[in-house]
């Protein structure tokens, strides 16, 4: 079983639409990551989250850590193509992955 | 800096067989860690090696198996291989402990049993 749950598993959208990805724990966590998988390729970090309620901006993407430090968000604003990938979150202290959110963005 | 590099990219054997995967990670990098992912279960996080020795494990049979070499150079095995075994295996390093600091991925190994 995951640690991490992530939701929605699936999402497919239009290039230009906003989207919100979620990830929530039952567990503190004192920092939390998120990567980016493309397709053919291994995981790449995207952020790490440290300070409940920081939010911290990549670009169009836009990450929060909950107050509690038990979920986050990545919540990517006029998604392009070239944001399809799976999305995974990871906890500090844990070696296991949350099981994804699949985004693939339409042109 | 060259990035994690895994060989082979792709393998297929039979059931029954046994099969060694090689990692290695960036220079400088104490951390091993192997993960197998499929469509069904996800990213399943194997075992990490720090230093030569396990420090992790996850919830996989004793068929899977893997050690560190003093250059930090990482190997797994997997033994009786089943159908099942048909995976992606990704490896990762990081500087120190895995749990804690960013992990660079390889781009994986892709393992098909007949």
């Known amino acids: 079983t995951q640690l991490l749950e992530q939701s929605p598993q699936f999402l497919s959208i239009q290039e230009g639409e906003n989207l919100t990805v979620y990830c929530n724990s039952s567990?503190?966590?004192?920092?939390l990551q998120w990567y980016r998988q493309e397709p053919g390729e291994g995981p790449v970090l995207l952020v790490t989250?440290?300070?409940?309620?920081e939010v911290k901006k990549l670009k169009r993407l836009t990450f929060q850590f909950g107050d509690a430090r038990k979920d986050s968000s990545l919540h990517i604003t006029a998604a392009q193509p070239g944001d399809t990938g799976l999305y995974l979150c990871?906890?500090?202290?844990?070696?296991?992955f949350g099981a994804g959110t699949r985004l693939t963005v339409k042109p | 800096k060259a990035g994690v590099t895994q060989t082979p990219r792709y393998l297929i054997k039979t059931r029954g067989q046994q099969v060694t995967l090689s990692c290695s990670p960036i220079?400088?990098?104490?951390?091993v860690s192997w993960y197998q992912q499929t469509p069904g279960q996800g990213l399943q996080f194997l075992f990490e090696?720090?230093?030569?020795?396990?420090?992790n494990k996850g919830n996989f049979p004793g068929r899977f198996s893997g050690r560190q070499f003093s250059n930090s150079r990482s190997e797994m095995n997997v033994s009786t291989l089943e159908l099942g075994d048909s995976a992606l295996y990704l490896c990762?390093?990081?500087?120190?402990?895995?749990?804690?600091?960013?992990?660079?991925f390889g781009p994986g190994t892709r393992l098909t049993v007949l």
């Open positions: 990762a390093s990081s500087l120190a402990s895995s749990t804690y600091n960013e992990q660079f």
């Open positions: 567990s503190v966590f004192s920092s």
């Open positions: 989250v440290v300070t409940g309620g």
């Open positions: 990871k906890g500090a202290g844990d070696m296991r």
């Open positions: 220079s400088g990098h104490r951390s």
């Open positions: 090696y720090f230093s030569e020795t396990q420090r």
